[in-house]
């Protein structure tokens, strides 16, 4: 029996038929290639429109109803599989977009922030969170929403955050991007030490995939955790600047990226990374093939979400820097992760009056050995009235954004410029409301040219120290018995506990 009587174009063997058939067949494979179901669709077209015809004359032709109608049944039952899988079935990219944007609007949990109408387009309204552990509330922070509303508030708004965790991983850097459409951006991942305990709070925000990797630069303090995050989570891309060195660190990291048959993207300034279509992500640097410092290859990041911005730097210097204003980026962004853990090679005063932030992050170590922060760059931040959040005296810091508020769940740094340094234990943990107002307060001229140094560690009980799973003493940051393990805990928490001091490393008391 001859198969190509049963299909349309080659049933009655005439040269002409066969020849469009041939190149209709053809295009329908071309619309497998797009989409499955569009493919099966146009393979099923013809069978339908020639058993149907056979249905209507099948006594013409000699065939009993039910063998005429079986083609007709099939085929349509094939056209139906292919018409449910269509791309247009599912919202396309454009589509949710839209979508994503009318659900803002109507937004409710939007609607209750204090948005003021009258600001202008520069002043963004930008507001604090109240801190959870504040007992009495003193801040005029709106009423909580009744029940049933702020359930659908959860439902609406969970799609529609971007969630930036600066993770307390002592003196280094790690940062996790969750952006409103559920992708995952791991911006480095702390010393090597730190790798498990990034994976661990990765965990508890449920990440099951690293949809973009970003190794700023090579030193240990960034890249350190990368081979143990790569080794654990599925990995969708990995940015890292082209800058190479010859440490075990850089190497582990590589092997691991090698193991897993993944590969780097080099990142430089003027490019873009494609994670979520809600969230512009930048790379504003490096700009430059080559430095004298690793640091200055460090790729700068700046998400942009609704009006919210962000600019996360590395370990970028004053070298780079420079070249980011005279690329002409458009710098400005409402949070700055400050350049190389607050050191003064950083946030140099052009730069800083470019990005004008309302909320700086320093992501530093309590009490690390290189001073950072630098107190000049702390007065420089503090004089142009930003908010200084700190992971070594908040730990981990969260900041949500639904594209028109920022919302910070920590206190603002209580570091006053003009406050003297805080030389011994007798700091005290200041009374809940007047710490969380703390507003800096610009430097008045007198001090300008002599930068009154703030206090390194300016509320003892505030800042976090290390216990590792086994031992009954808590460290510094840095001291050689967390090489195995390293838990941070606030020292209040750890002297609660009972942990006391290492004598080796001498931590804050
Ligand atoms: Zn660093
Ligand atoms: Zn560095």
Redesign the pocket.
């Known amino acids: 029996m001859n198969i190509l009587r049963y299909i349309p174009g080659f049933r009655s063997n005439v040269r002409w038929k066969k020849i469009i058939a041939v190149l209709y067949y053809l295009i329908a494979l071309l619309m497998f290639t797009s989409s499955w179901g569009m493919g099966l669709l146009f393979l099923a077209a013809p069978f339908i429109f020639f058993s149907f015809v056979d249905v209507i004359r099948h006594k013409k032709k000699g065939l009993t109803l039910t063998k005429a109608l079986l083609p007709l049944v099939l085929s349509l039952a094939v056209a139906t599989v292919g018409l449910a899988n269509m791309p247009d079935a599912a919202p396309t990219d454009t589509a949710s977009i839209q979508t994503q944007a009318n659900k803002q609007e109507v937004n409710p949990a939007q609607k209750t922030e204090p948005v003021s109408e009258t600001e202008s387009e520069k002043v963004q309204p930008v507001s604090e969170e109240k801190p959870e552990d504040q007992p009495g509330t003193v801040t005029p922070v709106p009423e909580e929403k009744p029940q049933a509303a702020t359930e659908t508030m959860v439902e609406t708004s969970s799609n529609s955050v971007l969630k930036l965790h600066f993770i307390d991983v002592g003196q280094a850097d790690s940062i996790l991007v969750q952006t409103p459409k559920g992708k995952t951006m791991l911006v480095d991942a702390g010393n090597n030490a730190d790798g498990n305990a990034v994976l661990s709070y990765l965990k508890t925000q449920d990440v099951k995939k690293i949809d973009v990797l970003v190794g700023t ?1 090579p ?1 240990e ?2 890249i350190g955790g990368m081979d143990t995050v790569i080794n654990a989570f599925p990995i969708g891309k990995i940015y890292m600047p082209r800058a190479t060195t010859t440490t075990k660190t850089y190497e582990d990291v590589l092997n691991a990226i090698a193991s897993k048959g993944l590969k780097i993207t080099a990142a430089k300034g003027g490019m873009s990374i494609d994670i979520d279509p809600t969230v512009k992500t930048d790379i504003l640097a490096p700009n430059s093939s080559s430095y004298d410092d ?2 200055n290859y460090s790729a700068v990041i700046k998400l942009t979400y609704g009006k919210t911005s962000f600019l996360l730097d590395g ?1 970028a210097e004053d070298v780079s820097e420079q070249e980011m204003l005279a690329k002409g980026y458009n710098l400005k962004a409402d949070v700055l992760k400050v350049g ?1 853990h607050g050191s003064n090679s950083s946030t140099t005063p052009a730069f800083l009056k470019a990005v004008s932030p309302k909320y700086a992050v320093i992501s530093v170590g309590a009490g690390n050995s290189y001073g950072h922060p630098a107190p000049e760059t702390l007065a420089g931040l503090a004089s142009t009235g930003v908010q200084i959040y700190r992971t070594d005296e908040a730990g981990t810091i969260v900041i949500t954004s639904d594209g028109n508020t920022i919302k910070i769940d920590k206190k603002a740094s209580p570091v006053k410029p003009q406050a003297p340094p805080v030389s011994s234990g007798t700091a005290s943990k200041s009374s809940s409301g007047s710490e969380n107002k703390t507003v800096v307060v610009p430097v008045p001229a007198p001090s300008k040219e002599k930068v009154t140094p703030a206090p390194l560690q300016p509320s003892k009980n505030d800042v976090t120290v290390y216990i590792t799973d086994s031992g009954e003493k808590y460290h510094k940051d840095g001291c050689r018995y967390l090489k195995k393990s390293k838990i941070p805990i606030k020292l209040s928490e750890a002297k609660a506990k009972g942990y006391t001091p290492c004598k080796v490393c001498g931590p804050p008391q």
């Open positions: 630069h030193h303090d960034h690793l640091n370990d190389h």
